[in-house]
C-alpha cells in the first residue's frame, strides 16, 4: 500500500448508517444466492449448518491424518493481550496493585465495605435483581473476574455498567503492568510489553506465546481430547476455561488459549447492544459522503492510465507534472505509461511499466470524497489486490474493448473474471465496468456491446445484481469519456454518464458507526504531526477518537490515539474523531513500532477482535482448485486483516447435488460448497460471520491461485476421536 500524496478527507456516513439497512436480508439472500449460483446450493445456509450439527452429532469425526502437519508455536506476543509498560501505566499499576492487595488482606474489611456500598446501593434504588442481571452480563465480557468483584465495582457506581467495566479493566491493566515488573519496587524495563492477565490466563498460567499447539487445541476446543489433538507435542496443561462460555470483552480473551481472543458466540451482539445506547457524539458536520473506490481489472487493461488521466483532468495533477512524466516515461521508452505514472510512483514499477502495490490517491467529486485505490493487475500481486479490494466500496473494473486483449483478459487464467469475484467476496456490490481502449476498436458500438454480453452474463452469475452494474465506453490514453460526456461524433450511439459522473453518483455505503472499533492498518509510515507510527487504513466499524486507547492485534497493546487525519481533496485536515467508512491516517503513541504492521487491526479496547488459530468455515470452491482439497492440505489464506499460511483441518461435509450435505468427506473438488475446520500458523485477527460480516471473509490461494473463498461460522476445531 502507498499513500501517494499524503491526504484528503471524507466521510461522513454516521447520520445515513442505518443498521438495519447494512445488514439488510437482501444482501444476506444475494451472498447465500451467489455461494448458491455458483456452486450448486440453494439451501439455507443457517438450515444447513443446523443439519450439519445434527449430522456431526450423529457421526463421531474420525481422528486427523497422521501426516497432519504440527503448528509451530505462535509468535511471541501473539494471543496474549499486552499493554505497554509506559511510566506512567508502572506507577497506575503499583497504585492499584497495592489497594488490591490490601483488600485481599483484609477480607472482613472488604465485607464491611461491601455492605456499605450495598446500603449506598439500596439507596440509590438499584435493586438486587438488576444488579444481579449486571453482574451476569459483564460475568460475560469479563472472563476471569470473580464474580464479586464485579458487584463491587458495580456497587461502587451506582450500577453503571460502563464506569464499573472501565475500573476493573484499568485494574486488570495495572494488575498486570505490576506483574510484568516483578515486584512493586522494582521498576520494569521501560519497553518490556507485559501480558495483561485479565481473563482465564491472569492466574499463574502461561502466556500462549510459550503454549504448545496441542494446548491451544485443547483449550480452544473444550470437547477435544488434548492428547488426541497433537499426539507428538509436548503435555498439554489441562484447559481452565471453556472459550465457548466466555467472552473476551478485551479481557476476556483468556490470554493463552488457542481462542485467546476469540470471545464466545452472543458475546458481540451483547456488547453491542450495550454500544448502541451510548449517543454518539455527531461531532463536525461533514461535507460529502466518502467514497472508497478500488480500480481493478486485468494486467495492461489500462487502470493506472484511465485514473492518472482522470486526476489529470480533474486538476489534482499539475501540467508541469505531468510534462515531466512524458519526458521521463519516454527516456525509459515507455511515453505510454506517462499518466500511469501519476499513479505507479515506484521506480521498479515506471521501469516495468507494472503497478506492485496498491497506490492510493485522494480527489473529490461534486458530491463526493474519494479515496482512490488503484490495485494491480498482474496475478503475482493477487494478495496486494485483496488488499486494496478489501478497503474499496465500489469498483471500477477495467477492462480493454481492443481485439485480442478483451478475450485473454476474459479467459481462464485472465484477471477480469479473479478480480471482479474477489472484489465481490471483499463485499463490493456496485461496479463500474470501463470497457477501456475503446479508440484501439474504432468506437465499434458492436465490438462494446459484445465485451457488455460477455461480461454481464458473467457477473450475474457471479453474485452481482444487474442494477448494480453500469458499462462505460472510454479511453483512458486519449481522456475520453473520464470527466466531460463523450464529445458529437465519437460515439453518438452511447448516452450513458462519463467515469467522473458515475463516482459522483455512487450512493454512499452505510458502515455500523455503532459497533466496537475496527481499523484494519493497510500503510504506515512516519508524519511529522502524528508522529513516528502513523497507519492508515479503512475503519470498518466504530468510532476512533483522538486521545483514547485502542487495541492494537494481534499484539494486543494498548497504544493512544495522538490525532486523527482526514483527507479533504488536497488537504490533509485534523479530526478529534474518524467512524466507520472512513479512510484515516492516524498516529498512535504509547507502543513500539513493532508492535503494529500491515493488516493489525485497531480495535476496541474492551472488545478487540477476536484472534484465533482455529475456526470452523464455509467455504465454496472454484475452477483455480487443480488438485482437490484433503485433510491436511495447506493453503494461503487470506482475510481482509491478515494472510497466514493455514491447514485444512479437517472437511466436515460436502454439499452433494441434491442439495444434501454429506459428513466427513474424503476431499473435496471444484465448484462445491463445503464445511471445513482450518488451523492457521500464526495468529489472525478475524470475526464470525454472525458478528461482523466484512472482516469474516476468508479466501483461500494455493500456488498463486484463489481457489475457494468463504465466511468464518465460529471459533474452534474439530471434535477428536479420543486415542485408545
Ligand atoms: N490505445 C490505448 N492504450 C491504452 C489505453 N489505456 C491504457 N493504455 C495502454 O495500456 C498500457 C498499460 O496501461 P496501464 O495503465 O499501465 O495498465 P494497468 O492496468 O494499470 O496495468 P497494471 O496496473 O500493471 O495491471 C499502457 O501502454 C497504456 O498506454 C487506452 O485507452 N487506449
Redesign the pocket.
Known sequence: MRRINPTYDADDLYDDYDDEDYYDEEYEAQEAAMLAAQYGSSQDLNAQQQQQQQQQQQQQAPPPPDAFPAAPAPAPGAQSFIISNSKKQNKKGKNKGKKSNANAQHPSQQQQQQQQQQQQHGQQGQSAMDLTGKVFQMTELLDGVPQARIREALQAHGGNMDAAMSQLLDEAHANNTTKGTGTDSKPAAASKPVVLSLGGAGKGESSSASQTPAAAVASAAPQANAASAAPEAAPAPKPKAAPSSRSGAGAGAGAGTASAGAPGPGAYAKFVSKLDKLKLDPGEADEKPNLNLVVI??????????M?HLLYKLKYVSQRDMHKFEKEAKVLNKG??A??WVL?EHEDERER???VDVGVKYFETEHRCVTLL?A???RDFIPNMISGAAQGDVAIL?VPA?TGEFESSFQHNGQTKEHAILARYCGIRKLVIAV?????CEWSQDRFNEVVESLRAFLLQGGYAAEDLIFVP?????GVNLVDPLPAGVADWYKGPSVAQCIDAMPPVARPANKPLRMVVADIFKTILLGPITVSGKIEAGVIKEGESVMVAPSMVLAKVKGIHRHRGKEIVPAKYARAGENVDVGLQGIEDTMVGLTSVLCEAKFPIPVVQYFEAEIATFDGLAVPLLNGTQVQLHTQSSQAVAHILKLASVRQPDGKDKANPRFIRKNQTARVFIQTQDSICIERHDDFRPLSRILLRQNGVTVAAGRVLDFKSPKKKKLR
Open positions: 481489472g486485468h494486467v495492461d487493461a489500462g487502470k493506472s492510465t484511465l492518472g505510454s505509461f499518466f500511469a505507479d511499466g507494472v503497478t488503484d494491480p493487475g498482474h477495467v481492443s477501456n481502449k475503446m479508440d484501439m472510454v479511453s483512458g490514453l486519449a
